[in-house]
């Protein structure tokens, strides 16, 4: 059993920051990476960034680089999305997953594991 739990969503003005957490517990699962997708009302799933848990390799969705960080801390089993110059666009649920494997971590269909989702909504 995998759980990953967000938090820090909430409503902020277009311009400021926020950060997500998302801390993942299990036994047994072995992590490889975590992912943060996205999805506003009426659209599809969209990548928001990726770390693998051992390295030091991230991946950006176009949409969101070189304004969103992503970062880990292994010793609190944490990914953290530092989301800055937010606009309203960025507005959606927000859901961290996990998965064992590092091919395409673009994809949502990579992921065996997701979270419930946490509310990001930018006011213009």
């Known amino acids: 059993q995998v759980q990953l739990v967000e938090s820090g969503g909430g409503l902020v003005q277009a311009g400021g920051s926020l950060r997500l957490s998302c801390t993942v517990s299990s036994r047994t699962y072995k992590t490889s990476a975590l992912g943060w997708f996205r999805q506003a009302t009426g659209k599809e799933r969209e990548f928001v960034a990726a770390?693998?848990?051992?390295?030091?390799?991230?991946y950006s969705g176009d949409s969101v680089k070189g304004r969103f960080i992503i970062s880990r801390d292994n010793t609190k089993n944490t990914v953290y999305l530092q989301m800055n110059s937010l606009k309203p666009e960025d507005t959606a649920v927000y859901y961290c997953?996990?998965?064992?494997?590092?091919?395409?971590?673009?994809?949502?269909?990579?992921?065996?594991?997701w979270g419930q989702g946490t509310q990001v909504t930018v006011s213009s």
């Open positions: 770390i693998t848990w051992s390295g030091d390799n991230t």
């Open positions: 997953a996990a998965t064992r494997r590092i091919v395409q971590l673009r994809s949502s269909s990579e992921y065996d594991y």
